[in-house]
């Protein structure tokens, strides 16, 4: 089985400039959720996809935006980078959306904007 | 607002020490709790969870919670840490629309053998 995998590691990006993370759910699973880990900070909840819809959203602006496709893999982008951007980008996938599912986690992607 | 407290940032334990890591949550009503380990250089994994039923929960690699309602906590235990142990705790709890896990900021446990 395989498990969840994000693309790429790192980057680097220049302040202004448009990023898209890439992540390949768990085998069997149809739920991606995404999540911001600043340094220090625990991971922070950006949005989740269900069945290529939008199906969840914390506290971040419209420039964070995400995809997901037929097979379930699915995209964050961000637009107009700024500095607080840096961080490490989680994905996370599960079964199905419903609260009893576990959320399995990817390696990350660390962001660096400067 | 849902949050998580972890009120130990960084802890330094001997090798066979006892170990409790607290956890507080906000919320009052039916909660779905996690603690979650991120091991240096490895991504985040699930170490246990409380959905309902017994309040003593029991995980992997000998770590236990215990849920207790009245004080809001869901603290991470083990007896008899190891060296390789050393690692970052998380504690989350699911949000009321159950889409999302909101996470404490973390603690860092460091064992010395």
């Known amino acids: 089985e395989t498990g969840v995998t994000q693309s790429p590691t790192h980057l680097i990006k220049t302040r202004g400039q448009q990023v898209t993370l890439r992540c390949s759910s768990q085998?069997?699973?149809?739920?991606v959720s995404w999540y911001q880990q600043a340094l220090g900070q625990g991971p922070q909840f950006i949005f989740q996809?269900?069945?290529?819809?939008?199906?969840g959203r914390g506290n971040f602006p419209p420039r964070f935006s995400g995809l997901q496709f037929p097979n379930y893999s699915s995209e964050l982008n961000v637009n107009a980078l700024e500095l607080d951007d840096s961080a490490l980008y989680l994905c996370?996938?599960?079964?199905?959306?419903?609260?009893?599912?576990?959320?399995?986690f990817g390696p990350g992607t660390r962001l660096t904007v400067t | 607002a849902q949050s998580v407290s972890q009120h130990n940032h960084h802890v330094i334990l001997s090798e066979a020490a006892s170990l409790e890591l607290g956890c507080n949550y906000s919320?009052?009503?039916?909660?779905?709790l996690f603690w979650y380990v991120q091991y240096p250089g490895q991504h985040l994994q699930l170490l246990l969870k409380?959905?309902?039923?017994?309040?003593l929960v029991k995980g992997i690699k000998g770590f236990e919670a215990e849920f207790i309602k009245s004080k809001f906590s869901f603290n991470l235990r083990k007896p008899s840490v190891q060296w390789s142990d050393t690692a970052e705790y998380f504690c989350?709890?699911?949000?009321?629309?159950?889409?999302?896990?909101?996470f404490g900021k973390g603690t860092t446990l460091s064992v010395s053998s």
């Open positions: 409380y959905f309902s039923g017994d309040p």
């Open positions: 996370a996938s599960s079964y199905d959306a419903g609260g009893t599912y576990e959320q399995y």
């Open positions: 085998s069997g699973h149809n739920t």
């Open positions: 919320y009052g009503g039916t909660v779905n």
């Open positions: 989350a709890v699911r949000n009321q629309a159950g889409t999302a896990l909101i």
């Open positions: 996809y269900y069945r290529e819809e939008e199906n």
